[in-house]
Antibody, heavy 118, light 104 residues
Framework: EVQLVQSGAELKKPGESLKISCKGSGYNFTNYWIGWVRQMPGKGLEWMGIIYPGDSDTRYSPSFQGQVTFSVDRSISTAYLQWRSLKASDTAMFYC???????????WGQGTLVTVSS | EIVLTQSPGTLSLSPGDRATLSCRAS???????VVWYQQKPGQAPRLLIY???NRATGIPDRFSGSGSGTDFTLTISRLEPEDFAVYYC?????FGPGTKVDIK
């Protein structure tokens, strides 16, 4: 079964760093892009960007460029989303997803809830 | 930058009704890139339609997509209880604001 499994919920303080993960299984991880999507509490979906695990080619949405970093570890079929210094406004659910076509994502992780509060 | 609108913001209907959801872009979009998702509370989005009119695997045929240029439509022919949810269009990578379909 093709699936993406994300790391568990996080409670962090402003200024702290964080790296959440998305582990792919059931398919060749290096052959498919992985996208990241933010959903703030009670709000809609926001496209953050994508990374190609095969060569780490990365495209960020302008809204998230410089705010987060995508990375992969091909040896363990895992993609990462990282923050250097969290803000309260980073509180959200974050999803990773794998595309069926260039922008149609049919496989989704279960989401990682990140809460940033002092 | 493409501006997306989805209308209506909320659609209040009864089971068995037909639902027509609109997605409009501020400039022409290739139909190849128009995608629709369904999201229920506490769940990840679910792919419904890609390429404007192709149903994803396992999606019932009561869901259909159409449109071209700047105007795209998701139609649910007869609402089932499990269809009450939020629907997002995604022409390209940016998501629309969503339409909530709730029970009248």
């Amino acid at each position: 079964e093709v699936q993406l499994v994300q790391s568990g919920a996080e409670l962090k303080k402003p200024g702290e760093s964080l790296k959440i993960s998305c582990k792919g299984s059931g398919y060749n991880f290096t052959n498919y892009w992985i996208g990241w999507v933010r959903q703030m509490p009670g709000k809609g979906l926001e496209w953050m960007g994508i990374i190609y695990p095969g060569d780490s080619d990365t495209r960020y949405s302008p809204s998230f460029q410089g705010q987060v970093t995508f990375s992969v570890d091909r040896s363990i079929s895992t993609a990462y989303l990282q923050w250097r210094s969290l803000k309260a406004s980073d509180t959200a659910m974050f999803y990773c997803a794998r595309p069926l076509t260039i922008n149609a994502f049919d496989i989704w992780g279960q989401g990682t809830l990140v809460t940033v509060s002092s | 930058e493409i501006v997306l609108t989805q209308s209506p913001g909320t659609l209040s209907l009864s089971p068995g009704d037909r639902a027509t959801l609109s997605c409009r872009a501020s400039q022409n979009i290739s139909s190849s890139f128009v995608v629709w998702y369904q999201q229920k509370p506490g769940q990840a989005p679910r792919l419904l339609i890609y390429g404007a009119s192709n149903r994803a695997t396992g999606i019932p045929d009561r869901f259909s997509g159409s449109g071209s240029g700047t105007d795209f439509t998701l139609t649910i022919s007869r609402l089932e209880p499990e269809d009450f949810a939020v629907y997002y269009c995604q022409p390209g990578f940016t998501f629309g604001p969503g339409t909530k379909v709730d029970i009248k």
